[in-house]
């Protein structure tokens, strides 16, 4: 797919009315394929919420925030994901973080035409919350007349369509959301790049009825505000945060019309090489769809005067470069050799751009803001800024705003952009808390209380929160050998201890293992209080604990899911840890091997040793010699046979 970037037509859908994504699929290492993805339909106005009608929604108080990391690298995989949780129990998926999309949608089992991709399809059936989305005038419905359905096409001939559902899903454990009801799409065909791609499908965080993003704030759980931030060249990752966050004091604003197109637009004005603008009107970045921004896009495309204008303004501040072809010679990049390797010293080789906003604000960006690397040449770069072809659309693409936290504040419609390490962003984040939310009341027989912030379980990987959660879970990055967590009861009368017999029953029914797997630790009792380990193992049949259950058991402790009667009094959850099996020592690990090994040797070497005994009492005694002048007994003289040589005599 060249360069030229053909937009396609923008009609009204005659399939459910849902705004389509404006993305690009990814699909190589290099840059050779650069397809961009983009909408064929637009929300119809009778599924357009109101911009305002969902700012009433919020609740009083600030709204909790979705914490997720990102994964993978913009110009390796040509995407960023995230991970989302979908069902009960929870069932994982790796999703392309798409701000052009309004549907969040993952292959289901049933999937007639679908990839193999990075993790399980989604299977309906195995989850308990799943409910289908029924059919309704309010949506397409499928050949039964019984469930509504969803269909996406893209400009480059790849679709993704199945049905709509429900279900919970769960941002991870470093979110202080609590798994949410939501409506997704449910793959049962996709072709052409969806189909081939690694990652499971997308995450829509575009305007729609469908968004993640409304859908959440629809419900009153997130404030309406986003934020993305892209990891640096070579470096990737990064973070997403679903809802509002304090804006840094020197974060860049500008502002997005809701109204101007269904994707998030900014209002460029100029462009500035090393500090000189471009000559060029303001209006060029003002056609058709405006300044787009699309998380799901790799790279960015001007309208023609706007990008052979940037180009030369770089080559004349490049001087000292050599200029050499690019990596797919099916493809006219302007590429750069002779910068050297190291990312931090670009800015001495080429120039700043800043991008200047209409309220007079700039963007810096650094030189990876705008290149990318060779793939082929050592130390060269090329710009990842191209031409959009006819279009006088603007569209900025990923590579624009990496190492740059990007609010998307849809409540103020603006949106801000500050410069920072998106891959050390973590670690910075108690600056961006909104005030603290006022504390979750659980209205059940047990008093629940949420772990203390302080307890941090030791000798866990680097994977794994303080909490005892892991970030994420890879099959075979790292597996559950041992859950432990203490539970402090609180009984009214303090001369009853707890029956744990029955206690144990009810556990394992709570957090839906075997009986067999839960198992008490220690115990301890004073007046009316007990404190209790637990311990949670791996079924007979396993050596470890499988990830989806793992999760699950997890979710359900840190959430207080675990009811118990009244009898037993409440119970505080105090400390939970996860441990990876043990790991046995070489020669547990070889006990059998060896034990055979010696065995064995033994037979083998009394085999070897009855054989030379045997051989030993066997062997035929030869004639002796006595020393000269040894003392023998005298022999008989024989009588001579006749002999030849007597006779001659």
Same mark, same amino acid.
């Given at each position: 797919?060249?360069?030229?970037?053909?937009?396609? !037509? /923008?009609?009204?859908?005659?399939?459910?009315? /849902?705004?389509?994504?404006? =993305?690009?699929?990814?699909?190589?290492?290099?840059?050779?394929?650069?397809?961009?993805?983009?909408?064929?339909?637009?929300?119809?106005?009778?599924?357009?919420?109101?911009?305002?009608?969902?700012?009433?929604?919020?609740?009083?108080?600030?709204?909790?925030?979705?914490?997720?990391?990102?994964? *993978?690298?913009?110009?390796?995989?040509?995407?960023?994901?995230?991970?989302?949780?979908?069902?009960?129990?929870?069932? @994982?998926?790796?999703?392309?973080?798409?701000?052009?999309?309004?549907?969040?949608?993952?292959? #289901?089992?049933?999937?007639?035409?679908?990839?193999?991709?990075?993790?399980?399809?989604?299977?309906? %059936?195995?989850?308990?919350?799943?409910?289908?989305?029924?059919?309704?005038?309010?949506?397409?419905? $499928?050949?039964?007349?019984? @469930?509504?359905?969803?269909?996406?096409?893209?400009?480059?001939?790849?679709?993704?369509?199945?049905? !709509?559902?429900?279900?919970?899903?769960?941002?991870?454990?470093?979110?202080?959301?609590?798994?949410?009801?939501?409506?997704?799409?449910?793959?049962?065909?996709?072709?052409?790049?969806?189909?081939?791609?690694?990652?499971?499908?997308?995450?829509?965080?575009?305007?729609?009825? /469908?968004?993640?993003?409304?859908?959440?704030?629809?419900?009153?759980?997130?404030?309406?505000?986003?934020?993305? #931030?892209?990891?640096?060249?070579?470096?990737?990752?990064?973070?997403?945060?679903?809802?509002?966050?304090?804006?840094?004091?020197?974060?860049?604003?500008?502002?997005?019309?809701?109204?101007?197109?269904?994707?998030?637009?900014?209002?460029?004005?100029?462009?500035?090489?090393?500090? &000189?603008?471009?000559?060029?009107?303001?209006?060029?970045?003002?056609?058709?769809?405006?300044?787009?921004?699309?998380?799901?896009?790799?790279?960015?495309?001007?309208?023609?005067?706007?990008?052979?204008?940037?180009?030369?303004?770089?080559?004349?501040?490049?001087?000292?470069?050599?200029?050499?072809?690019?990596?797919?010679?099916?493809?006219?990049?302007?590429?750069?050799?002779?910068?050297?390797?190291?990312?931090?010293?670009?800015?001495?080789?080429?120039?700043? +751009? *800043?991008?200047?906003?209409?309220?007079?604000?700039?963007?810096?960006?650094?030189?990876?803001?705008?290149?990318?690397?060779?793939? &082929?040449?050592?130390?060269?770069?090329?710009?990842?800024?191209?031409?959009?072809? $006819?279009?006088?659309?603007?569209?900025?693409?990923?590579?624009?705003?990496?190492?740059?936290?990007?609010?998307? *504040?849809?409540?103020?419609?603006?949106?801000?952009?500050?410069?920072?390490?998106?891959?050390?962003?973590?670690?910075?984040?108690?600056?961006?808390?909104?005030?603290?939310?006022?504390?979750?009341?659980?209205?059940?027989?047990?008093?629940?209380?949420?772990?203390?912030?302080?307890?941090?379980?030791?000798?866990?990987?680097?994977?794994?929160?303080?909490?005892?959660?892991? =970030?994420?879970?890879?099959?075979?990055?790292?597996?559950?050998?041992?859950?432990?967590?203490?539970?402090?009861?609180?009984?009214?009368?303090?001369?009853? &201890?707890?029956?744990?017999?029955?206690?144990?029953?009810?556990?394992?029914?709570?957090?839906?293992?075997?009986?067999?797997?839960?198992?008490?630790?220690?115990?301890?009792?004073? %007046?009316?209080?007990?404190?209790?380990?637990?311990?949670?193992?791996?079924?007979?049949?396993?050596?470890?604990?499988?990830?989806?259950?793992?999760?699950?058991?997890?979710?359900?402790?840190?959430?207080?899911?675990?009811?118990?009667?009244?009898?037993?009094?409440?119970?505080?959850?105090?400390?939970?840890?996860?441990?990876?099996? +043990?790991?046995?020592?070489?020669?547990?690990?070889?006990?059998?091997?060896?034990? +055979?090994?010696?065995?064995?040797?033994?037979?083998?070497?009394?085999?070897?040793?009855?054989?030379?005994?045997?051989?030993?009492?066997?062997?035929?005694?030869?004639?002796?010699?006595?020393?000269?002048?040894?003392?023998?007994?005298?022999?008989?003289?024989?009588?001579?046979?006749?002999?030849?040589?007597?006779?001659?005599?």
């Amino acid at each position: 797919m060249a360069h030229l970037l053909a937009y396609a !037509l /923008l009609v009204y859908s005659s399939l459910i009315g /849902l705004s389509s994504a404006l =993305h690009l699929v990814p699909h190589s290492s290099d840059h050779s394929l650069r397809p961009m993805i983009l909408p064929l339909y637009l929300s119809s106005p009778n599924l357009s919420h109101s911009h305002h009608n969902r700012r009433r929604n919020l609740q009083n108080s600030a709204p909790p925030s979705a914490r997720m990391r990102l994964y *993978d690298d913009l110009l390796s995989n040509g995407y960023y994901t995230t991970r989302l949780w979908i069902g009960t129990p929870p069932q @994982q998926f790796a999703l392309i973080v798409d701000t052009g999309s309004t549907v969040t949608y993952v292959p #289901c089992s049933d999937c007639e035409h679908c990839g193999l991709h990075q993790d399980p399809r989604f299977q309906p %059936e195995l989850s308990s919350t799943y409910k289908p989305i029924k059919c309704s005038v309010s949506c397409n419905c $499928d050949s039964a007349e019984r @469930q509504c359905t969803y269909e996406r096409r893209y400009a480059e001939m790849s679709s993704s369509s199945g049905v !709509l559902g429900e279900d919970i899903i769960s941002f991870g454990n470093e979110s202080e959301l609590v798994p949410q009801h939501a409506v997704f799409g449910c793959e049962n065909r996709e072709t052409g790049d969806l189909f081939t791609q690694r990652a499971d499908g997308i995450i829509g965080l575009g305007r729609g009825r /469908l968004s993640v993003m409304d859908q959440l704030v629809d419900k009153g759980v997130i404030s309406d505000s986003f934020s993305l #931030c892209y990891g640096g060249m070579g470096v990737g990752g990064g973070a997403m945060i679903l809802g509002g966050i304090s804006s840094p004091p020197d974060m860049v604003f500008t502002h997005s019309d809701p109204f101007r197109s269904p994707y998030y637009n900014i209002e460029l004005k100029a462009i500035h090489v090393a500090g &000189k603008p471009l000559k060029l009107s303001p209006r060029i970045f003002d056609g058709k769809h405006g300044t787009v921004l699309d998380s799901g896009t790799t790279y960015a495309y001007l309208p023609k005067e706007a990008f052979l204008a940037f180009k030369n303004a770089v080559m004349k501040k490049t001087g000292s470069l050599k200029q050499i072809h690019g990596p797919d010679p099916n493809f006219n990049d302007f590429c750069f050799s002779g910068a050297g390797r190291d990312v931090s010293q670009l800015s001495k080789a080429f120039p700043q +751009v *800043d991008m200047v906003f209409n309220n007079g604000q700039k963007l810096s960006l650094s030189p990876e803001n705008y290149l990318f690397r060779h793939t &082929k040449a050592r130390g060269a770069y090329c710009l990842g800024i191209f031409q959009n072809g $006819d279009d006088p659309t603007t569209l900025l693409g990923g590579i624009i705003v990496r190492n740059t936290l990007v609010t998307y *504040d849809r409540e103020n419609d603006k949106i801000g952009f500050w410069k920072t390490n998106c891959s050390e962003l973590w670690k910075t984040l108690h600056y961006l808390d909104p005030p603290a939310p006022p504390p979750l009341a659980f209205h059940s027989h047990n008093t629940n209380v949420g772990i203390p912030p302080t307890v941090a379980p030791v000798g866990l990987p680097p994977n794994i929160a303080p909490d005892g959660l892991p =970030h994420t879970f890879f099959p075979g990055e790292f597996q559950i050998g041992l859950i432990t967590f203490d539970m402090k009861l609180s009984i009214n009368n303090s001369y009853m &201890k707890p029956n744990f017999t029955e206690l144990t029953e009810f556990i394992a029914h709570a957090l839906d293992v075997k009986v067999s797997q839960v198992h008490l630790l220690n115990f301890t009792h004073k %007046e009316n209080v007990s404190l209790i380990k637990w311990a949670i193992l791996p079924d007979e049949s396993a050596d470890y604990i499988s990830n989806t259950t793992a999760m699950s058991i997890i979710q359900r402790l840190r959430e207080h899911r675990m009811q118990l009667p009244e009898k037993f009094g409440s119970y505080q959850l105090v400390e939970l840890n996860v441990k990876p099996p +043990v790991k046995p020592t070489w020669w547990q690990q070889n006990y059998w091997e060896v034990a +055979v090994g010696v065995l064995v040797t033994l037979v083998v070497g009394l085999l070897i040793s009855g054989a030379w005994l045997i051989w030993r009492e066997r062997k035929p005694e030869h004639g002796t010699y006595e020393p000269v002048g040894a003392i023998v007994p005298e022999q008989e003289l024989q009588p001579l046979q006749n002999s030849p040589a007597l006779n001659d005599l």
